[in-house]
């Protein structure tokens, strides 16, 4: 019997008194070497297999208190409370908190007050507001927050109830106050305000232009004007459904404009009930400043943007005609990239561009941004928009025609729909519908149950996907590879992932593939689109990534001087 | 700007068994969809984990309404995981638990690495207990079980920096946001510290050397000697001398409850005075007797109050 193991065999054997030592002695052992769990940790496993299933159940549900009795009686509206009761639990919205300081026993001592509403969750819901005393104070509440009050009391004043909060109450935050408070005409700053709603801002007009709205029916046209305001947070689009004459550099006060957000662009709306005024601050930024932050990169490009700066390089360009009303029209198009990533560029009017002369750096000044399926696409409606440079303002050696941006995971989540970017990332899940699928013939949706859910039962097309959920810790993303990067990444031919499908059977494969993946780095490469739904990458090409867990530990004690 | 992320999925906390398991706070929306979170000393915000281990133990259970639940637990070098397997689970899922099932009936080692969504639940008398519901598992073999251990490792590193961070900052977003801590720390961070007051993370940066000592192949530097079991001590007299039957009795049952409540980090004071209490035992007996058994080294206090078997 090996020595190592001396006391843990001992131990093993006080309880199973009939076992073979050099067995038991040789379980340790394997356990360490095959599978490294360290002998202290599979004692219990192997004392399960010597003793037979006898263990008991694991105490967890045995209801055992490791915590003191609560007498917390929970409500959930303000009406159910009574004037003298007492350890009270409720989730309530902070309505307002103001500080005082106050004398109590000589002492000086801060105490806050203000108003909190029950019933925080329903929109429209009946809600009861009560004043309430801090006696902590708490940090923790502010205005605007949701907080789960526990072990407040109810005090009756005069036929009056109020909340008293005392030291011993606990205060948790359910929701930060993300609805801020504004006081009505209070300015607020550009880059924080909401997707909707009516909002005061302080901002310098950056530009401004007659334009016309056709209306649908063909009645007519409105006259309006559109624009960009900035402050030194950030900048936004308006559009005025009234006269406005200020130029630009002007900077005014607007009170009671509306947030519209179109497409994914936030934009002001000016109307009669709109009061805009010239505003003096000898401090704020001036418009040649302010003008700096309208230059984006290709990863800021957001669909419905307008007014936007970008220096990009035109990688391909082509002429393409069409027909418009009998009379035949030209569309210039081609991809265009920066160091950020790449995508696609659209001109109404010719530019001086040929193949030869490609690739070719461009300043674009004023331009819009369309997507389509998520690829933004910057669309020149003047060639005076375009401004030729003789080189480009990062490193020339730069190759963009084919450059992928190596982009963290939280930051393709949190941002534009890309394009030309790869990222790395562990794989937490592998869908079900990974594997062989068949797409619509129209429109190459994949069939469920046969069907399109937009053109019917059809036979459809064969085509080969991995459906992944991809996670760094912060954020998730849904990663689609698509066939040549399915096979490549299984290391497989069509005709042996078939024969491998066929064998196993789809559920078996799919934990075929959970077998190999899950848990794993993986390094996917192709385009982003980010919506409402959350983010999703459609990858032309994807690899794990080899790691070694010593070389790693190393690194990481290092790192973090753990020793 | 902000959008509703109500519809994206939750990311997931490599994390080990031991942070997972201390957990007793947890958050849900009001809305039927809203994803519930155990949140951690450490502040983590846990709806879903990637989390491996020694599978320990598996088995079926009848519920009351008829349906199959498998329920599990899951050793790593920090501690257990408990978790179960159930109708609503996915075929595939299921179907991976069967087959551990018989592996585990026959004895046979399995290492597993699963992503989980946390669940939890209170008893009556306020306790709370957190386990998993895995989605999706496979098994591994040690080379990735040892990758797992380094990323659980430097994750809890990372939360363990943000925790002390956020100590010296104001206990407001502003004030953590102005401290360096990322955005996925923060709403866990600011309600972890309201309810679990000052923590000792030292066990924590104890779990992570274990475990980068197994990922680095030191077995031995992660090897513990085990104690003396403790049913041979009850049985050997000269141990207990001066000590009538009735108080090593006394010993005994405080040491098999605190073995069968410990779920990592020990038994608080006051549950096992109570269970032994209601195993027909003199309150103050318990105490005293409590007390030598630390004393002799039986037992250890890990934090202040709360009791663990020497091992």
């Known amino acids: 019997m090996s020595e190592k193991y001396e006391t843990h065999v001992k131990s093993i054997l006080s309880e199973c008194p009939d076992a073979d030592p050099d067995e038991v002695a040789a379980a340790f052992e394997k356990y360490e070497t095959e599978f490294f769990i360290p002998p202290q940790d599979a004692m219990r496993s192997i004392l399960r297999r010597f003793k037979g299933d006898k263990t008991p159940a694991p105490s967890g549900s045995s209801g055992v208190s490791s915590a003191a009795p609560r007498t917390t009686r929970k409500v959930s509206s303000l009406s159910e409370l009574k004037g003298d009761d007492k350890d009270i639990e409720i989730e309530v919205e902070i309505i307002s908190h103001n500080i005082r300081d106050q004398t109590i026993r000589g002492e000086q001592k801060q105490i806050a007050f203000g108003l909190l509403e029950d019933n925080p969750w329903e929109e429209n819901g009946q809600k009861n507001r009560w004043e309430y005393k801090d006696w902590g104070p708490n940090s923790n509440i502010t205005p605007g927050s949701v907080v789960r009050i526990e072990g407040a009391s109810v005090n009756e004043y005069q036929g009056k109830m109020s909340l008293n909060i005392n030291q011993s109450t606990r205060i948790a935050v359910v929701r930060e106050g993300t609805r801020p408070i504004t006081a009505p005409g209070e300015p607020q700053e550009i880059a924080s305000l909401p997707s909707d709603g009516y909002v005061c801002v302080v901002g310098r007009v950056l530009a401004s232009r007659p334009d016309q709205i056709h209306r649908k029916d063909g009645s007519g046209s409105i006259d309006i004007v559109r624009g960009r305001l900035a402050d030194d947070s950030g900048t936004i689009g308006f559009l005025s459904w009234e006269p406005l004459e200020h130029e630009v550099g002007t900077l005014l006060k607007i009170e009671g404009a509306q947030v519209r957000t179109f497409r994914d662009t936030p934009e002001l709306n000016f109307g009669r009930t709109t009061k805009i005024e010239v505003y003096h601050d000898k401090n704020f930024s001036d418009a040649d400043t302010l003008s700096q932050q309208t230059v984006l990169t290709l990863s800021e490009l957001r669909d419905g943007a307008r007014d936007v700066d970008a220096v990009v390089q035109i990688t391909e360009w082509t002429k393409r005609s069409f027909t418009r009303d009998g009379e035949e029209r030209f569309l210039w198009s081609g991809q265009i990239a920066d160091p950020t990533g790449r995508c696609r560029m659209s001109a109404w009017s010719e530019l001086p561009i040929t193949e030869d002369k490609l690739p070719l750096t461009v300043r674009l000044k004023g331009v819009r941004v369309r997507a389509w399926q998520g690829i933004p696409d910057i669309t020149v409606d003047n060639a005076d928009q375009v401004e030729f440079l003789d080189a480009p303002p990062w490193d020339s050696e730069l190759d963009l025609t084919n450059h992928t941006a190596e982009v963290e995971l939280f930051e393709l989540s949190t941002g534009a729909s890309r394009v030309g970017v790869s990222t790395t990332a562990t794989v937490v899940s592998v869908r079900e519908d990974s594997g062989f699928i068949q797409r619509c013939t129209e429109c190459r949706r994949v069939l469920r149950d046969g069907a399109c859910a937009e053109h019917g039962p059809n036979d459809g097309n064969t085509d080969i996907r991995l459906r992944l959920a991809i996670d760094d810790g912060r954020s998730s993303v849904s990663l689609l590879t698509n066939k040549e990067a399915t096979l490549s990444l299984l290391g497989m031919t069509e005709t042996e992932l078939q024969d491998t499908v066929n064998d196993l059977g789809q559920v078996a494969f799919v934990q075929s593939l959970r077998a190999k993946m899950l848990g794993k780095t993986i390094n996917a490469s192709g385009r982003t689109i980010v919506d409402e739904q959350g983010a999703m990458m459609l990858a032309d090409h994807a690899a794990m990534v080899d790691e070694d867990a010593g070389l790693r530990a190393t690194e990481i004690r290092a790192q973090w001087k753990v020793v | 700007m902000q959008s509703g992320t109500r519809s994206k999925r939750q990311s997931a906390w490599h994390m080990l068994a031991s942070e997972f398991s201390e957990a007793t706070l947890n958050e849900k929306g009001s809305g039927e969809y809203d994803p519930s979170f155990v949140i951690t000393k450490l502040g983590a915000k846990v ?165 980068l000592d197994i990922a680095e192949g030191r077995m031995d530097a992660a090897s513990q000697p085990v104690a003396a079991p403790t049913q041979t001590e009850s049985d050997d007299d000269t141990q207990s001398t001066g000590t009538d039957s009735d108080e090593s009795e006394v010993k005994d049952t405080l040491v098999s409850i605190i073995e069968q409540l410990d779920q990592g980090d020990g038994v608080d004071f006051e549950t096992v005075l109570t269970n032994a209490v209601a195993r027909g035992f003199d309150r103050g007996l318990a105490e005293e007797k409590l007390d030598e058994l630390s004393n002799e080294g039986t037992l250890h206090e890990p934090r202040f109050g709360w009791f663990r078997i020497v091992g």
């Open chain 2, 47 to 211: 709806n879903r984990v990637v989390v491996a281990g020694l599978l320990e133990r598996l088995e079926v259970r009848e519920t009351s309404n008829g349906s199959t639940l498998y329920q599990g637990q899951m050793r790593d070098p920090s501690g257990v995981h408990y978790f179960s397997v159930g109708d609503y689970a996915s075929e595939s899922m299921r179907e991976l638990t069967l087959s551990l099932v018989e592996k585990t009936e026959v004895g046979e080692p399995v290492l597993l690495l699963m992503v989980a969504k946390s669940r939890w639940y209170q008893t009556d008398e306020g306790a709370v207990y957190t386990s998993l519901r895995p989605e999706e598992a496979c098994e591994i073999d040690a080379q990735r079980y040892a990758l797992w251990l380094t990323r659980a490792s430097e994750d809890t590193l990372q939360r363990m920096k943000h925790y002390s961070d956020s100590l010296a900052a104001e206990p407001t977003r502003e004030g953590l946001v102005a401290a360096g801590i990322p955005e996925h720390m923060i709403d866990g961070l600011l309600v972890s510290r309201n309810h679990y007051g000052d923590i000792d993370v030292e066990t924590y940066t104890l779990n992570v050397m274990q475990a």
